[in-house]
């Protein structure tokens, strides 16, 4: 069984539905992205599968349990979100945030630690904002944001990760060290991550499992080297493309197929 997946989903927004009749089960140990174009439902799921967003019928189970009948602070300890548009409280430190991931571990009778000092410390790093400790987080760019919200959901220390499009506000070299790192955390640590990517090169190289969007409904799901094909890209995103190997890594790669230069615009250049 796997320890997050939702059965019958219907996903609506004031009464209008995005997604309906969803079965979603999420691989455990798997690093799962979902793709599909802008609209299509996969953002929403994302936020159902974290308890944001309550669906209008159907469940969400986490370790087979109906996940809104779950204590709050019980879920934090099992799953961790990163979702889109945060905003941090005025004034706060990066510090001070990052260390908020560690409150689904204090109550009465556990307060602040040096064990959690330490993983403060070490999810700063791991996501390079170490050095922005003391700063406070609306003087950040919308990058270092985004590291500072990703380090404080690394504080969580959940066995489940979901990340609402992570590398958005990134340049691509930030990009690629984020993924590198959640590739880390799913092969080193065994972490199962669940990730909205916008770009399918990065999602077929990074995950194991892929899950396919449009109009709200799952089209393919299953590992990137056996469901990426030109014709899946063709009915999802409604490209022409050639998908060949990608020589460093050997997953699938996705390569547009080039534009056909008309007559007239080939006289204009003339």
Same mark, same amino acid.
């Given at each position: +069984?796997?320890?997050? *997946? ?32 802008? *609209? ?8 159902? !599968? ?5 669906? *209008? ?66 999810? +700063? ?53 984020? !993924? ?22 990065? %999602? ?58 008309? %007559? ?7």
């Amino acid at each position: +069984m796997s320890r997050l *997946a939702a059965h019958d989903v219907t996903l609506a927004y004031q009464g209008d539905p995005v997604a309906e009749h969803l079965d979603v089960a999420i691989p455990d140990g798997s690093f799962t992205a979902i793709i599909g174009p802008n *609209a299509c439902g996969k953002s929403t799921l994302l936020r159902a !599968l974290g308890r944001v967003l309550r669906p *209008a019928r159907g469940t969400v189970h986490l370790d087979g349990r109906d996940i809104t009948s779950l204590p709050a602070r019980k879920v934090a300890q099992q799953l961790g979100l990163l979702p889109q548009g945060s905003t941090a409280p005025d004034g706060i430190t990066v510090a001070d945030l990052v260390a908020r991931g560690r409150y689904p571990y204090q109550g009465l009778f556990r307060q602040w630690s040096s064990r959690d000092e330490q993983v403060v410390g070490e999810s +700063m790093a791991a996501t390079g904002v170490a050095e922005l400790a003391d700063r406070c987080v609306d003087e950040l760019s919308g990058g270092q944001r985004q590291r500072v919200w990703l380090a404080m959901c690394l504080a969580q220390q959940t066995p489940l990760l979901l990340l609402d499009e992570p590398t958005t506000y990134l340049d691509v070299a930030h990009q690629v060290e984020l !993924l590198n790192l959640c590739a880390e955390l799913h092969e080193t640590e065994g972490r199962t991550l669940v990730a909205v990517l916008h770009d399918l090169n990065q %999602a077929a190289r990074y995950a194991t499992h892929l899950i396919a969007m449009r109009d709200g409904a799952v089209v393919a799901e299953g590992d990137p080297s056996e469901i990426v094909t030109a014709e899946l890209v063709q009915r999802v995103f409604g490209l022409r493309c050639r998908v060949i190997e990608d020589p460093e890594s050997g997953t699938p790669l996705v390569v547009p197929l080039a534009r056909v230069r008309t %007559a007239a615009g080939a006289a204009l250049r003339a």
